[in-house]
């Protein structure tokens, strides 16, 4: 890649607090624990709070529906705002932002529509938007894949001479799969302008933190790969957004990658078909629920009179907006092509692939003329003659 | 694109190689095909070359036509790798065209990915067969499915290039041929050249191609030579190829075997059989025209690979063959296969690999 070998960053070990810009009550934090950063301006702020307010609205939208039996899924990021909407904000126009399953709300963030948000999740297709039109990967299901995507990409436009960055969003399961450390070292050592986001919400479906590394946090991962690392508190957006923002310049401006760790928590269950009372107490959720992102910015925000009653009240409605329309959308049955299983398999076409296409087509147009209940009433009576 | 490779592509006088077809359907496939003879330029050189230089002269003019083509993979760089196909490219293109990457098979095909995604056309190489298994997850899950997943919208233009099979007196793990591994995955195409002029072809057109593509190298005929003008385009990569004709029996073979097979027909031909030999070339896609068209003349056909039988892609042959040829057939289709065991040592492997012997006794258990 480079010919000169690239001068090995100071291994600065991160601070075992998490950086803070806002506390937990709403107050500015002053000193140590804000390693230096400094708070957004009153502009900023207020648009990441009305960010995680439309994220907060769509999520509650969204697992609604999905209890409803309108998707088939829903990885909720309730609680989670702070880490989605501070990090994905950080990045530019160009910049490629490489998620996961659990976060829609950031691809919300980045104008994706909710109709093609959701369009894996309700079983459509796997995917539902343009890559290149909103400069996202679809979002990855096999954990830590991705990363190694956001590096290549992110190397790809550094030989290009683009100043392009990617930013890779990562669980703190995720971080024990090889994906993940290829992917931290290949960006090391290519000096790829990455910027690895690990959203540590404690648990792994069920499994906790503690059985997923021993590490003090996971940002020292960042030392031993030569990279810098942060441990953010993840339910501060302001903090969150800083220290991201600091790493997608310092990637552009050919610094390298950065991993940073944002400490959160995940509110809601895994995804609908996951049971947390069997793996953790209401006690711990309602002690996070005392730690709420939105909740503390719109303390800090009304404290400092950035955000008055109508501001807040024109956001609630925009959001009740959103939610509207994501209702809309996911009461619309989709229309879909049964043929289209076969148009995207390869690039040139395949005289095997088209004989099973055809064979489709011959079978839905031979099922076309039969009445519903007719076909389902045989159905059933195959069914229990079989069993009788 | 050069001027040395018009002069050659729309050279008539280029001999045919072993293995490919009439100059009418050789260029075809090939988006460097329409070049027409450069008038002042030198007659093309006839020169001696083997599959593992084939490769070479095929990267080093996909390198140098288009320079979105990258290539990178352990050992790749200066040493050339461990089989010297990468030889002189890292000297002549730079750092930034061909690299060492860390030492990581599915960090290596993981960021092709991305990189592919960006426009770049990566050119990457496993080292030995059974090391792209660490990589297994990138390629089936992300590599095949992209194109599928995104609607077309995103093309991932990577070549894997893997040398694979025994026959070297590989210790473990340098053996493998897990080519049924990647055929059965939907959106990969798998491809094997037998001799120099389709190593060097069927690159070229794998690296041009919109698909991934795995292309499995038959490492115990790297060094096999013939002589060849590059840059030399054979018949496009999905078509495969009828190396002999005969009247009696179709062997169908594919990468290390089709040796192998052409050995076979010859001690065939003594016994007063005549052997029909077809080379695959494509793996995915399976050409069941050509295929089925010998089968058809000779009504009898064996399928012969180094993989082990069980679930090989002999499987597969066989079966769709029987299902489209049944009423030609007079005999059920044979497999000759590596037994159902790992790739043995060294000193065992002759035991274990087809031999033209295995295939004749295999013939012989038909009723004639
Ligand atoms: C390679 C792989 N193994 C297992 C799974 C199944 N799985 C889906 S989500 C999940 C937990 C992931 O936890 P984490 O990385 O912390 O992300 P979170 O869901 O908490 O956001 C598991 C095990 C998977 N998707 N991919
Ligand atoms: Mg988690």
Redesign the interface.
């Known amino acids: 890649m480079n010919d000169v070998v690239a001068a090995r960053a100071e291994p600065v070990r991160p601070t075992l607090k998490p950086i803070r810009l806002i506390d937990e009550k709403g107050a500015p934090v002053k000193g140590a624990e804000r390693a230096g950063f400094t708070l957004p301006s009153p502009e900023v702020l207020l648009g990441l709070y009305r960010r995680m307010v439309m994220a907060r609205r769509f999520d509650v939208q969204v697992t609604a529906l999905t209890r409803q039996g309108r998707l088939a899924t829903y990885p909720s990021a309730l609680g989670q705002e702070g880490c989605e909407i501070g990090a994905v904000s950080s990045l530019g126009e160009n910049d490629w932002l490489f998620p996961t399953y659990r976060d829609s709300v950031a691809l919300l963030t980045r104008g994706v529509p909710p109709v093609q948000i959701l369009s894996s999740f309700r079983g459509e297709w796997h995917m539902g938007f343009d890559p290149y039109e909103h400069r996202i990967s679809p979002q990855a299901t096999p954990l830590a894949t991705q990363a190694l995507h956001a590096v290549g990409l992110a190397t790809g436009a550094k030989l290009k001479g683009d100043e392009v960055v990617a930013l890779t969003l990562l669980g703190d399961g995720a971080t024990s799969e090889g994906d993940a450390h290829e992917a931290f070292n290949f960006a090391s050592v290519w000096q790829a302008p990455v910027v690895f986001v690990v959203q540590n919400n404690g648990y792994a479906i069920s499994v906790p933190f503690s059985k997923q590394s021993h590490a003090r946090t996971l940002a020292d991962h960042a030392i031993g790969y030569g990279m810098p690392g942060y441990f953010v508190d993840g339910n501060d957006v302001a903090a969150m957004y800083a220290v991201t923002s600091a790493a997608v310049q310092n990637a552009r401006a050919g610094g390298g990658p950065t991993l940073i760790e944002g400490l959160t928590y995940r509110i809601e269950s895994h995804t609908n078909s996951d049971d947390p009372t069997r793996y953790r107490s209401p006690h711990e959720v309602a002690q996070w629920r005392q730690r709420d992102p939105i909740a503390r910015l719109e303390t800090y925000l009304r404290a400092s009179g950035a955000l008055s009653d109508a501001l807040f009240d024109e956001i609630a409605a925009a959001a009740e907006q959103l939610a509207a329309a994501t209702r809309d959308a996911m009461n619309t049955e989709p229309v879909l092509d049964p043929l289209e299983l076969f148009d995207h398999v390869y690039a040139t076409e395949r005289p095997a692939l088209r004989e099973q296409r055809e064979y489709l087509a011959r079978e839905l147009a031979a099922a076309e003329p039969a009445p519903a209940d007719v076909s389902s009433t045989e159905s059933i009576s195959t069914a229990s003659g079989s069993i009788a | 694109m050069t001027i040395v490779d018009r002069t050659a592509l729309g050279s008539p006088a280029g001999p045919t190689p072993a293995g490919s077809a009439d100059s009418g359907s050789a260029d075809s496939g090939s988006a460097d095909a329409s070049g027409a003879p450069h008038p002042a330029a030198p007659a093309p050189a006839l020169i001696s070359l083997s599959i593992a230089g084939a490769l070479n002269a095929a990267l080093r003019d996909a390198l140098a036509d288009d320079p979105s083509v990258?290539v990178f993979g352990e050992d790749v760089g200066p040493l050339g790798g461990v089989f010297r196909v990468t030889d002189a490219l890292h000297a002549t293109f730079?750092?930034?065209r061909v690299?060492d990457?860390?030492l990581?098979e599915?960090?290596i095909?993981?960021?092709?990915?991305?990189?592919?995604?960006?426009?770049?056309r990566p050119v990457i190489e496993m080292q030995f067969d059974a090391f792209s298994y660490?990589a297994f997850?990138?390629i089936t899950?992300?590599l095949a499915?992209?194109?599928?997943?995104?609607?077309?919208?995103?093309?991932l233009p990577v070549v894997i290039r893997i040398p694979y099979a025994g026959g070297i007196g590989g210790v473990e793990h340098h053996s493998d041929s897990s080519e049924a591994y990647w055929t059965h995955t939907?959106?990969l195409?798998v491809v094997t050249p037998s001799n120099p002029a389709d190593a060097y072809s069927m690159l070229r057109e794998a690296i041009a191609?919109?698909?991934p593509v795995i292309f499995l190298e038959p490492k115990s005929r790297y060094w096999a030579k013939d002589t060849l003008v590059l840059p030399v385009r054979t018949a496009p990569m999905?078509r495969a190829q009828v190396l002999r004709e005969g009247a009696d029996v179709t062997l169908i073979a594919y990468g290390p075997t089709v040796k192998t097979a052409l050995e076979a027909a010859a001690l065939a031909e003594l016994e007063g059989l005549s052997v029909e030999v077809v080379d695959l070339r494509s793996l995915s896609?399976?050409d069941?025209?050509t295929v089925g068209a010998s089968v058809q003349k000779t009504g009898r056909a064996a399928v012969i690979h180094e993989a082990a039988q069980f679930g090989g892609y002999g499987a597969e042959v066989a079966a769709r063959v029987t299902e489209r040829q049944f009423f030609h057939l007079q005999a059920p289709i044979l497999r000759i296969a590596g037994f159902d065991v790992p790739f043995p040592s060294p000193k065992q492997e002759e035991h274990y690999l087809p031999t033209a012997e295995r295939v004749l006794a295999a013939l012989d258990t038909w009723e004639w």
Do not use: C
């Open positions: 990258v730079g750092e930034s690299w990457s860390p990581a599915s960090g095909v993981g960021t092709a990915i991305g990189m592919a995604m960006y426009g770049l660490p997850e990138q899950s992300h499915k992209m194109r599928n997943r995104t609607k077309g919208r995103v093309s939907p959106g195409t191609s919109d698909d999905a896609p399976f069941d025209e």
